[in-house]
Structures are given as structure tokens and as C-alpha cells.
């Protein structure tokens, strides 16, 4: 099939010239590298909305292109077109006489030329310095004399939404599917709400307020790079366990004579084992019992965790009868 230059640029196969230039004008400041985070992929949308606008913008090159294809225009080989290409692109009547140069190499333009070419000649974003009236933002583009006021694109801000994960989700790692509603360009440049599904990827011990941005995710409008769209993670209150950084906490009381004679605590973790804690010496209020690597996994290295901290309280008991009392003292009065 090739490329289709058409659906690059957002345009109907009727598109005319000042079709070409809203369309490469509003994508070429959305995908223009200096504007973009991730310069490689942003370097190849640019350089492909360039070509496409070289192309249709070129009679020549587009007449080809119609009949032939990318292949066709690329090859340079033009065999007779089919009643099925002359049907599809009515716009060119082929016949013996309008047969292509057979002579025609194609020569692309350069992405920057073109784009000097459509913003002014004093916008190209590799220029170092400016003249001719030219002046250099603090972004990076240069804006020239001859420019149109409004033609620079800006950003609109981040659209930042909460996302609630449980602290299982946060011990074991999930996935998440959102749903999304964003205004985008169709094919003929009008403005339609379309639904999509993100996939967020929680990772092992991630913390809350963690970030997970998808790039310009937000609405589509004119001469205005999307919103970046950025969910913010939430931790959910858990029924036994409490986080603190990288380590778990969990509260425990025990009476106190297993407080005085020991006692084995028995514990559900977070991915389902139960573990078996031993109180063996004589425990007192607010002690703490460490058991190392049963905390959070720490995210930079998942196969480590935090601790486990067990805050033991003690409950004594409301009253005491004189009997046993009298065994009290008996058992512990010579115990200091």
C-alpha cells in the first residue's frame, strides 16, 4: 500500500493548497522536535509530515503519487495506470498526453527548508542566530518579521487525574486500564471526541504521588501542542498494614500474660503467605519486633524490600480478685 501522504497530513484527496499549509502548519508545530521530549520519534513524525506536504503540495509530485502511488513516485517507474486508479483519483485524466516525465527523479526536499519555507525564512530550528528582523524565543524557534501573530505553538498544561491503587496492587504490581475521552482531528481536519484506552503499568513498590504521563494525550486544537495527560498515584488505606517509606507497619496487642510467658504471632503479608513470628522474650508496651525483607518492594530494585515493624501494645486486665492477686505476688514477688 506505501504510505498514504493524505492521511498524514489530516487532509481529503481534494485538499488545496491552503489546505496543505493549515494542516502541515498545525502539525509541524505539535511534532517539531525542539518541542518534544522524545526527539527521535518526534525527529521522524517531522520529517514525515514533510514529506508528505512536499508531495501533495508539489503538482507534479502529487499527480504521480495519485496514479502511481509512493512506490510509483519513488521508482520512478510509471507503467500504464489502471481504470481503477484513473476511477479513484478523478482529479487527473490520464491519457497518452498527460503520461509523466519519463525522465522524473524524485527529490525530496529538506524537512528544515520546508519549514523556514511555510514560518518564515528565519524559523529554521537548526539557526544559530538571526537576521533580517528576526528575533530568537526563548524556546528555541525563531520567530520572523514576516510571520503571522499567533503562528507559535504553546502547550496547553498538563491535565493532571488521581489515581487510587491498593496496597496489594503497590506490593505485587498491577496493570490498570483507563478510559479516556479527547477531542482529535479527523481526516478533514474537523474536531470529533473519540474514547481510548491507556495502560498504566504499576510497578512494585511504587510510592504515592508517583507520576505516569502519556504525551499530548489532551485535546486536539488549532495551533496548540496537547496536554500531556498525567495520573497521579494514591495510596488506598489498608485494614492491617500501615506504609512508611519502603517498610510495613502492623499493629498487634497480645495480653499480658503472653506478654510475660511469649507467644507466636501469626501474619498475612500482602501477596498471600502466612508467616509465623515468635515472641520469645518478655514484652512491653509499644515494643517493636523487625522482621527485615517483609516490608515494600523497594522500586529500584524490586527483588529487595523494606521491613516489616510490629508495634506490639499490651492489654492488661480490668480487675484482679484477691486470690489472684495473692498468686502474683507469690509467683513474681521475688522477681525484679
Excluded at 519513488?74 to 481503477?84: D, L, M, V
Excluded at 477531542?183 to 481510548?196: C, I, R
Excluded at 499530548?216 to 488506598?236: H, S, T, Y
Amino acid at each position: 500500500m506505501g504510505v498514504d501522504y493524505y492521511n498524514i497530513l489530516k487532509v481529503n484527496r481534494n485538499a488545496n493548497a491552503d489546505d496543505l499549509k493549515k494542516a502541515y502548519r498545525r502539525l509541524a508545530m505539535i511534532w517539531h522536535p525542539d518541542k518534544n521530549a522524545d526527539k527521535q520519534e518526534a525527529e521522524a513524525k517531522f520529517k514525515q509530515i514533510s514529506e508528505a506536504y512536499d508531495v501533495l503540495s508539489d503538482p507534479q509530485k502529487r499527480q504521480i503519487y495519485d496514479l502511481y502511488g509512493e512506490e510509483g513516485l519513488k521508482s520512478g517507474q510509471f507503467p500504464p495506470a489502471t481504470r481503477s486508479a484513473r476511477n479513484r483519483h478523478q482529479g487527473f485524466h490520464y491519457n497518452n498526453q498527460q503520461h509523466p516525465n519519463p525522465n522524473f527523479r524524485f527529490n525530496p526536499r529538506n524537512a528544515d527548508d520546508i519549514y523556514a519555507e511555510i514560518f518564515g525564512e528565519n524559523s529554521n530550528r537548526n539557526s544559530s542566530s538571526s537576521s533580517n528582523g528576526g528575533e530568537r524565543r526563548r524556546d528555541g524557534y525563531f520567530r520572523s518579521t514576516t510571520m503571522n501573530n499567533g503562528e507559535g505553538a504553546r502547550k496547553a498544561p498538563p491535565l493532571e487525574n488521581v489515581l487510587e491503587c491498593s496496597l496489594e496492587e503497590l506490593y505485587n504490581g498491577a496493570t490498570r486500564k483507563m478510559k479516556i475521552s479527547r477531542k482529535v482531528f479527523d481526516g478533514q481536519g474537523k474536531l470529533h471526541l473519540v474514547e481510548e484506552i491507556v495502560t498504566i503499568d504499576i510497578k512494585p513498590g511504587w510510592k504515592k504521588g508517583t507520576k505516569i504521563t502519556f504525551p499530548e494525550k489532551g485535546n486536539e486544537e488549532p495551533g496548540i501542542i496537547p496536554a500531556d495527560l498525567i495520573f497521579v498515584l494514591d495510596e488506598k488505606s489498608h485494614p492491617v498494614y500501615t506504609r512508611d517509606g519502603n517498610d510495613l507497619i502492623v499493629k498487634q496487642e497480645i495480653t499480658l500474660l503472653e506478654s510475660l510467658t511469649g507467644k507466636t504471632l501469626e501474619l498475612t503479608t500482602l501477596d498471600g503467605r502466612n508467616i509465623m513470628v515468635p515472641l520469645t522474650e518478655i514484652i512491653k508496651p509499644g515494643h517493636e519486633v523487625v522482621v527485615p525483607n517483609e516490608g515494600m518492594p523497594i522500586s529500584k530494585d524490586p527483588r529487595k524490600k523494606g521491613s516489616l515493624r510490629i508495634q506490639i501494645d499490651v492489654r492488661y486486665p480490668k480487675r484482679l480478685t484477691e486470690s489472684q492477686k495473692y498468686e502474683l505476688r507469690r509467683v513474681l514477688g521475688g522477681n525484679t
